[in-house]
């Protein structure tokens, strides 16, 4: 029950710093007008989010890194490398029509795109784990090592698309997305693509 309680909270949270966000403009939001929206304490909201952009672009984002552990789960007869570029590409590219504003907000200001931007790394720990399940014998470090490094590939793709190009127009803030960002992502994570079929094919003592 608590831990259902922590997640509504969040929830309520998040929803809230995207509404007011939208409503108001991300600069005319404040932590305390967050908290009071979702009838919470200033306080609370620091126990969840550390600014208000993370809460905002964590309502474009949430649950993202839990998707993708369970795609990659979902996949058994993939390669391991198949299976993780697949389940990232399909998760940061599948776009449901209530975040179209949700990113422009981002894409428009410099500070929710930071956040946005580094938000993959909340897919270090489920993704390890989800890695971990599939390699029964490795060793977790490997495990870690591995998600970590897939969520940085997957925060330069976004930083790469996000950069300002020559292209975009004369408009305060406004950067338009370069590249298709399927491609970018698949791109970045092709070096990788080596090690995680190489932690895949290591011996294993289940087989033996």
């Known amino acids: 029950m608590r831990e ?12 809230a710093a995207l509404r007011l966000a939208l409503e108001h403009g991300p ?3 404040r932590v305390d007008d967050i908290a009071a929206a979702a009838g919470v304490s200033p306080r609370t909201y620091n126990n969840y989010f550390s600014s208000r952009e993370q809460a905002i672009v964590a309502a474009v984002t949430s649950e993202r890194e839990r998707r993708v552990a369970a795609a ?3 996949q058994p007869a993939a390669t391991l490398a198949d299976a993780v570029i697949d389940a990232i590409v399909d998760q940061y590219t599948t776009q449901d029509e209530s975040d179209r504003d949700a990113l422009l907000l981002i894409t428009t200001h410099p500070a929710l795109r930071t956040a946005f ?36 590939a997957v925060r330069v793709a976004l930083q790469q698309w996000l950069l300002p190009t020559d292209t975009s127009p004369p408009i305060s803030g406004l950067v338009v997305p370069s590249g298709a960002l399927p491609d970018l ?24």
Not at 190 to 201: C, F, G, Q, S
Request: aromatic content about 0%; charged content about 25%.
């Open 4 to 15: 259902q309680k922590k997640q509504a909270t969040r929830e309520a949270l998040r929803t």
């Open 27 to 29: 600069d005319n939001v």
């Open 72 to 74: 990659v789960a979902d």
């Open 117 to 152: 931007t580094h938000a993959p790394s909340a897919i270090e720990h489920p993704l390890a784990d989800a890695i971990a399940e599939r390699i029964v014998d490795t060793d977790p470090l490997t495990a870690r090592a591995l998600a970590a490094s897939v969520a940085a």
């Open 185 to 208: 992502l698949r791109s970045a994570l092709a070096p990788l693509a080596p090690a995680l079929d190489a932690a895949e094919k290591r011996p294993s003592h289940r087989h033996q």
